[in-house]
T-cell receptor, first 117, second 110 residues
Framework: DAGVIQSPRHEVTEMGQEVTLRCKPISGHNSLFWYRQTMMRGLELLIYFNNNVPIDDSGMPEDRFSAKMPNASFSTLKIQPSEPRDSAVYFC???????????????FGPGTRLTVL | GIQVEQSPPDLILQEGANSTLRCNFSDSVNNLQWFHQNPWGQLINLFYIPSGTKQNGRLSATTVATERYSLLYISSSQTTDSGVYFCAVERWNQGGKLIFGQGTELSVKP
């Protein structure tokens, strides 16, 4: 298995520009998570999906952030407009649940390092 | 929400030394995971250990769920063990989102 795939691996953009991060979960996994890692706040959950449906987006910092999962094999995290304080590493992770029972552990992608100038 | 505290915050070892990293959590959990974040930023799963003891080579982990702590043991450390070690907990009634500690930064010197 190729694991969780994220693109791009690095993104440098200017303040005000739109940024789109992409994630392909592990095949067969039905839960997908977006995390952000910063020096100040550590690793924190932004949003997660179960069976392509957003379940908890309470970690999304503000309306400039949005996430979609149009199908089981693809998700995007969009920031519009981007600001320098959005600079961070964004991780996508996936796992497999059967009902309320977790069957496979959560695996992380390599992350996207975002720099907003 | 659940609080996760890791200690020590950083640790410097000489190659070949042993170490113990600790993770305390403030409430009952369904799962605890240990991760290693290598110098390239990759988060690597080490253990999925809601309770009991597991071993994988030079690494082992023990979780005492009733006392709300977990320990990660690294024996005969190598320079490739350097990086940040995170523990993370989850409660299944919260959808499986992981709550991370702040990490222990380990540096192993040759």
């Amino acid at each position: 298995d190729a694991g969780v795939i994220q693109s791009p691996r690095h993104e440098v953009t200017e303040m005000g520009q739109e940024v789109t991060l992409r994630c392909k979960p592990i095949s067969g996994h039905n839960s997908l998570f977006w995390y952000r890692q910063t020096m100040m706040r550590g690793l924190e959950l932004l949003i997660y999906f179960n069976n392509n449906v957003p379940i908890d987006d309470s970690g999304m910092p503000e309306d400039r952030f949005s996430a979609k999962m149009p199908n089981a094999s693809f998700s995007t995290l969009k920031i519009q407009p981007s600001e320098p304080r959005d600079s961070a590493v964004y991780f996508c992770a996936s796992s497999f649940w059967r009902g309320d029972v977790k069957i496979d552990t959560q695996y992380f992608g390599p992350g996207t390092r975002l720099t907003v100038l | 929400g659940i609080q996760v505290e890791q200690s020590p915050p950083d640790l410097i070892l000489q190659e070949g030394a042993n170490s113990t990293l600790r993770c305390n959590f403030s409430d009952s959990v369904n799962n605890l995971q240990w991760f290693h974040q290598n110098p390239w930023g990759q988060l690597i799963n080490l253990f999925y250990i809601p309770s009991g003891t597991k071993q994988n080579g030079r690494l082992s982990a023990t979780t005492v769920a009733t006392e709300r702590y977990s320990l990660l043991y690294i024996s005969s450390s190598q320079t490739t063990d350097s990086g940040v070690y995170f523990c993370a907990v989850e409660r299944w009634n919260q959808g499986g989102k992981l709550i991370f500690g702040q990490g222990t930064e380990l540096s192993v010197k040759p």
